[in-house]
């Protein structure tokens, strides 16, 4: 059973980089036909996808973010990263990471807030 | 706003069924299969149904799913207490390359 476990600072400064990272268990992130996803969701809201990679280190961003996203797979850790740029008080949300098989994504971290504010 | 359209709310009282609909377009819902997925307070979304009405390993046969056209649905028979959560869809959208989500529906047992 694959496990997800995202790790990064709680509290980032507006205008700076938000930076994330998801630590794969029970699976790697080198096997094909899986995509490595960034999902957040906003105080109180729906689920927002952010973008993926797959082992081959292709990715695909939402059009929305795509300008300051940037999702880099590291497999001799077994993780993958997300990277945002100039964030804004509308960035705050809880990360998840999850692994995509398709067009579905069964597999969840257990998510991570981040909040944006100086 | 999401992509999908799902009612904010729906309601129910024990052993009841109540069901949940979801609205896209021929981009996402019209072109491909619709996931459900079930988020308790404070917890990861889970998935419950796949591929338009295929339940995972363990998820109870009283959660079923439909799709027809650009519409889906989801309903929960003999609804139960624990059964108390946010209940989103989701399908992947071939303009986006990416999947999109409803806005969530919140079921209320009562």
């Known amino acids: 059973q694959v496990q997800l476990q995202e790790s990064g600072p709680g509290l980032v400064k507006p205008s700076q980089t938000l930076s994330l990272t998801c630590t794969v268990s029970g699976g790697s992130v080198s096997i094909a036909g899986y995509s490595w996803n960034w999902i957040r969701q906003h105080p109180e809201k729906g689920l927002e996808w952010i973008g993926y990679i797959y082992h081959s280190g292709d990715t695909y961003y939402n059009p929305s973010l795509k300008s300051r996203v940037t999702i880099s797979v590291d497999t001799s850790k077994n993780q993958f990263s997300l990277k945002l740029s100039s964030v804004t008080a509308a960035d705050t949300a809880i990360y998840y990471c999850?692994?995509?098989?398709?067009?579905?994504?069964?597999?969840w971290g257990q998510g991570t807030l981040v909040t944006v504010s100086s | 706003q999401s992509v999908l359209t799902q009612p904010p709310s729906a309601s129910g009282t024990p052993g009841q069924r109540v069901t949940i609909s979801c609205s896209g377009s021929n981009s996402n819902i019209g072109s491909n299969t619709v996931n459900w997925y079930l988020q308790l307070p404070g917890t990861a979304p889970k998935l419950l149904i796949q591929s338009n009405d295929q339940r995972p390993s363990g998820v109870p046969d009283r959660f079923s799913a439909s799709k027809s056209g650009t519409s889906a649905s989801l309903a929960i028979s003999g609804l139960q207490s624990e059964d108390e959560a946010d209940y989103y869809c989701a399908a992947w959208d071939d303009s986006l390359l990416g999947p999109v989500f409803g806005g969530g529906t919140k079921v209320t047992v009562l």
């Open positions: 999850a692994r995509g098989r398709g067009t579905v994504a069964p597999d």
